[in-house]
């Protein structure tokens, strides 16, 4: 077996020893001379586990969550946001809001905030198909929806119980690495409000109104000049920098205007992960250099699970086997029920005959998160032939229970 291979044999052995109460992974470890630290270590990890297990009723709220993102229902999940927490959040500089938080000072109607709130919630699934819950983070109060199986865009739903004992949702976050133009414009149309009420210093820009129509413009000379003249008036410039790299991106075909535009960008002023994402996005048709910006992401910042699974799959695409396994392994290092990372772990250790801890893996998958596992589903990829070859597995498969 080889390092990386046990690496996964012992974290995929404390969630199955946390969750399903299987011994098939631990006992492989034991076999292979485990310590008694490394047991120790497992027991305190099964506590930590199970102390952060969410509620059938937290199960149930999530599922509902997901199922409404899916059918594009916004009206159903905003009767579901608590909105006086949710517009606190939004004035508060420290804390997540989908919003401008400059649009939110001051006396914006939350019937207003309510209707926007509604529509880009009912558009996200004009941009994205595959709408999928993958984690539930207990100890912070968060739901993690990932939007698209091959780009870095999340969405992050912020919720609390009330005094019913019903869960509300209190803030939403979403992690783009372009935003699509629905969301340009609402995020225009907000600080546009504000400005109109006075709360925004030079209101009546005549560049400012002239954003939507430059948002169309296929020239990189004339987008590159408007932005110039936006940033000596002062204004939002962390978020205009990345709204002028995402345009040149998606109007232009001037990929060196948008390199030499991204180095230039003001990365005191923003997370560093979001420039990266951003790139990485648009560098999807080069695996190659997805990993080198992901690569960039993690040396200067603490990657989640989210990032990197994301190389783990970038790695696959470029048949650097070892080093998508390992990516995953560190994705459930950082977060142990990072769903995405268990089907590439199941699948690599497949594709190395480790049959019993794919096996474990996809265990995971269908006790700790509900997930479909069949035959049918299995045999579409090659790499479980010889796993559905085996009668015990086949017995696995018919009897879900």
């Given at each position: 077996?080889t390092?990386?291979?046990k690496k996964?044999s ?5 969630f199955?020893?946390a ?6 992974c631990?006992s492989n ?12 270590v497992?027991s305190e990890?099964?506590q930590?586990?199970?102390?952060k297990?969410?509620?059938k ?9 997901e199922l409404e993102?899916?059918?594009g229902n916004?009206?159903?999940?905003v009767?579901?946001v608590d909105?006086?927490l949710f517009l606190?959040?939004?004035k508060?500089?420290?804390q997540a809001?989908?919003?401008?938080l400059e ?8 019937k ?7 529509n880009?919630?009912s558009?996200l699934r004009?941009?994205y ?8 983070d ?10 698209n199986?091959?780009?870095?865009d999340?969405?992050e739903?912020?919720?609390?119980k009330?005094?019913?004992?019903d869960y509300r949702?209190i803030?939403f ?5 372009v935003?699509?133009e629905?969301?340009r414009l609402t ?6 409000e ?5 709360k925004s ?5 005549t560049?400012w109104?002239?954003?939507?129509k430059?948002?169309k413009?296929s ?10 003249e936006?940033?000596t008036e002062g ?5 205009l ?7 040149l991106?998606t109007?232009?075909?001037?990929d060196n205007?948008?390199?030499k535009r991204?180095?230039f960008?003001?990365l005191?002023?923003q ?8 790139a990485?996005?648009?560098s999807?048709s ?5 990993v080198k910006i992901?690569?960039k992401v993690l040396?200067?910042?603490?990657g989640d699970a989210?990032?990197?699974?994301y ?6 695409r470029i048949?650097q086997f ?6 995953a ?5 950082v977060d142990?029920?990072?769903?995405p990372a268990?089907?590439t772990l199941?699948?690599e250790l497949?594709?190395r005959?480790e049959?019993?801890m794919a ?7 269908r006790k700790?998160f509900?997930?479909?596992?069949t035959?049918?589903?299995l045999?579409?990829t090659p790499l ?7 009668p015990?597995f ?5 009897n879900?229970?």
């Open positions: 077996m390092l990386i291979a996964c012992f974290i995929i052995g404390l199955v020893l969750t399903v109460g299987l011994s098939g631990a470890q034991t076999k292979s001379g485990a310590s008694s630290s490394e047991q120790d497992a990890s099964e930590t586990f199970v102390s297990f969410p509620s009723a937290l199960l149930e709220f999530a599922n509902d969550v993102l899916i059918r916004g009206r159903s999940l009767n579901r909105m006086s606190y959040r939004g508060r500089s420290y809001n989908t919003f401008s649009a939110l000072q001051g006396d914006t109607p939350a207003y905030i309510q209707s926007l709130l509604i880009q919630l558009d004009n941009h198909k595959q709408i999928t819950l993958v984690h539930k207990v100890e912070h109060s968060k739901l993690l929806y990932r939007l199986r091959n780009r870095l999340y969405l739903v912020y919720y609390r009330n005094y019913k004992g949702i803030d976050r979403r992690w783009l690495s935003m699509p629905s969301t995020r225009i149309a907000m600080l546009s504000a400005s109109k009420k006075g210093r030079k209101a009546t820009s560049n109104n002239k954003l939507p430059i948002l413009k020239n990189a000379k004339e987008i590159k000049t408007f932005f110039d936006l940033y204004r939002e410039v962390q978020f920098q990345l709204l002028e790299v995402s345009t991106l109007n232009t075909k001037d205007e948008y390199k991204l180095s960008l003001d005191q002023r997370p560093l992960s979001d420039v990266l994402w951003l990485a996005y648009h999807s080069d695996p190659h250099l997805s992901v690569d040396k200067n910042e603490y989210a990032i990197y699974q190389r783990s799959e970038q790695e696959l048949k070892d080093n998508a396994l390992n990516s392994y560190q994705a459930l290092s142990p029920e990072y769903q268990y089907w199941a699948a497949a594709r005959n049959l019993d096996w474990d893996a996809l265990r995971v998958l700790r509900g997930r479909l596992i035959k049918n589903t045999s579409r479980y032939k010889a796993l559905l070859e085996k015990e086949q017995d696995w498969l018919n879900p229970t």
